[in-house]
């Protein structure tokens, strides 16, 4: 046997080793002609494609719970977007496209408008390419892309995978993933947790690697040929949690939720979030043409708050701008929209649209029962940050915040600390801002790794500001839903851990085992190593 190598970043704990399956690539680009004749009669082929489309994942969705049952849901409505749908059949009336071409066409601005978003949004992405691929595939007769039917535990391997292929895995056939491209924060690592499968995304190499069986680990995020025997460690079933964040001393650490709409809220809730630690509004505000009213915001932001009577939620104001697709807006092109004029800076141009959201925010509070907290991103100063908790105070809402995404907010943290209630660590943002890498590119995927040293300490460091200060830290990135990496914050000075709500009884369960000297010995090991490997060794020592 050769000894076939490879690292990538691992972010779905446990080891497993067996046969590999290959998923097929993606669908090349359907043709420009020929050009249909009836062009009318072509058009009308497209929506009864989605609506098969839709229905298909629908039925899927019937069949799995929890997060795997939203994501289902999720992409079954994109398949059946009427603007998706218009834009297509659009053009294939008025360039003669075909209706396979025009629907591939029509995606690629939506896709584009995402990946452009960065963050959040850009994880959408990923999304409308698979309902892209689907639609395509039932207009061209050919069999529908994704994860073939496995008739034994398998090793799965793909370029990357959608969500709904994700979603719709079955733990007892899939030992392991490896895909060769995704990040830290893509849906396919989300998933693989809350499935207790172990997983190794941005893993170079692995689709020209011609092996019959591999070993993966998703810890270390090695990848390796193995002798093909069926083996598991690690991984498996959720841990169970009693719904307080409190170590074994008694120390106590609320364990959040983090949503963007309604349906989220109640998964956070049924999960036992004991409340919620960053409520993203943009789900509000993408399909607006215009501004939505301060009325139909209040009533968004209630359907969200409603599962969180009496229990804190702490609300992020619009995160959008010029690389956001929201026309309202009227942005300007920039060069480089994650540099630009994005989140809070928006509200400095447009400090009408803020302070309408902050009027709703209130309302939503009151009526809601819940106890809101407001904060703002992409706050990059003191003097901003100063800005905002004013116009929030004027707004009637007591406590704001800002979160820390920008470096130059966590070296400005003391002096933020100052005029600000709170602050929150965004920590997927946070590193691609330090490593100066796009946290949606595979190719840099390693540097977004939150266990990455130089990150950790840049967080420590402002652990330190807010415990001097004595005012409240959290983390609302995506290293608040690795167990391990919860207790190395924790032990920093973290107060709170907000993430998906299909991380929160492993974080919590976790959180029960810890004490707060092992947390912060586990802190120092990691902050005194080399590399991300090294970290969650150093980690993991002291448990």
């Not at 992020?316 to 809070?344: C, I, S």
């Not at 901003?384 to 920008?406: C, L, N």
Request: hydrophobic letters at 50%; charged letters at 20%; a negative charge.
């Amino acid at each position: 046997m050769s000894s076939a190598r490879l690292s990538g970043v691992g972010v779905s704990s446990g080891r497993a080793s067996g046969p590999v399956v290959r998923v097929a690539e993606a669908l090349p680009e359907p043709p420009l002609g020929p050009r249909p004749a009836d062009t009318k009669e072509e058009a009308s082929r497209i929506r009864p494609a989605t609506e098969v489309v839709a229905q298909r994942l629908m039925e899927r969705a019937k069949t799995v719970e929890g997060e795997a049952r939203a994501v289902l849901e999720t992409t079954a409505a994109m398949a059946g977007d009427p603007s998706l749908i218009k834009s297509a059949e659009k053009l294939v009336v008025d360039e003669a496209l075909p209706a396979a071409r025009a629907v591939h066409q029509a995606a690629a601005k939506f896709i584009s408008a995402l990946q452009a978003a960065g963050g959040y949004m850009a994880e959408r992405a990923r999304d409308v390419q698979d309902v892209r691929d689907r639609v395509v595939a039932e207009l061209l007769g050919l069999p529908a892309p994704g994860v073939p039917d496995l008739t034994s535990p398998s090793v799965l391997v793909a370029r990357d995978l959608a969500p709904a292929d994700t979603a719709g895995l079955d733990p007892s056939k899939v030992l392991a993933l490896v895909t060769e491209e995704g990040g830290p924060t893509s849906h396919t690592a989300i998933l693989a947790r809350s499935l207790g499968i172990p997983a190794v995304v941005a893993c170079r190499g692995v689709l020209a690697l011609d092996v019959p069986a591999l070993e993966v680990d998703g810890d270390t995020g090695q990848v390796r040929e193995s002798d093909g025997k069926v083996r598991t460690a690690g991984g498996g079933k959720k841990a169970t949690w009693n719904g307080v964040g409190v170590l074994k001393d008694g120390h106590r650490v609320k364990v959040l939720g983090n949503v963007g709409s309604p349906a989220d809220a109640a998964a956070a809730a049924a999960a036992g979030a004991e409340g919620v630690g960053l409520f993203r509004t943009e789900f509000c505000f993408l399909d607006a043409a215009e501004e939505p009213t301060v009325a139909e915001q209040t009533a968004a932001y209630e359907a969200v708050l409603a599962p969180f009577k009496g229990k804190p939620v702490v609300v992020r104001t619009l995160d959008a701008g010029a690389d956001k697709p929201l026309a309202f807006l009227n942005p300007d092109p920039e060069p480089n929209p994650a540099l630009g004029v994005r989140g809070l800076r928006v509200a400095f141009d447009r400090p009408d649209v803020l302070d309408r959201q902050l009027e709703a925010i209130a309302a939503a509070a009151a009526s809601s029962g819940a106890d809101v907290s407001v904060m703002a991103p992409m706050v990059a100063t003191a003097a901003e940050a100063s800005w905002f908790v004013a116009r929030a105070r004027q707004a009637g809402i007591s406590r704001a915040g800002v979160m820390v995404e920008v470096p130059s907010a966590a070296l400005s943290a003391r002096e933020i600390l100052q005029v600000v209630d709170f602050i929150s660590i965004g920590t997927n943002d946070l590193a691609q801002y330090v490593f100066a890498a796009d946290r949606q590119l595979g190719g840099v995927a390693a540097l977004n790794d939150p266990w990455q040293p130089a990150l950790l300490r840049l967080i420590a460091q402002v652990g330190e500001a807010a415990t001097a200060a004595g005012k409240p830290i959290g983390v609302c990135g995506e290293a608040a839903a690795d167990p391990l990496l919860a207790c190395v914050l924790i032990g920093m000075g973290v107060t709170s851990l907000s993430m998906n709500h299909t991380a929160l009884a492993d974080v919590g369960a976790k959180l029960a085992t810890s004490s707060m000297d092992i947390c912060q010995l586990a802190a120092r090991g990691a902050l005194a190593a080399a590399d991300p490997a090294t970290a969650k060794l150093a980690a993991r020592a002291p448990h």
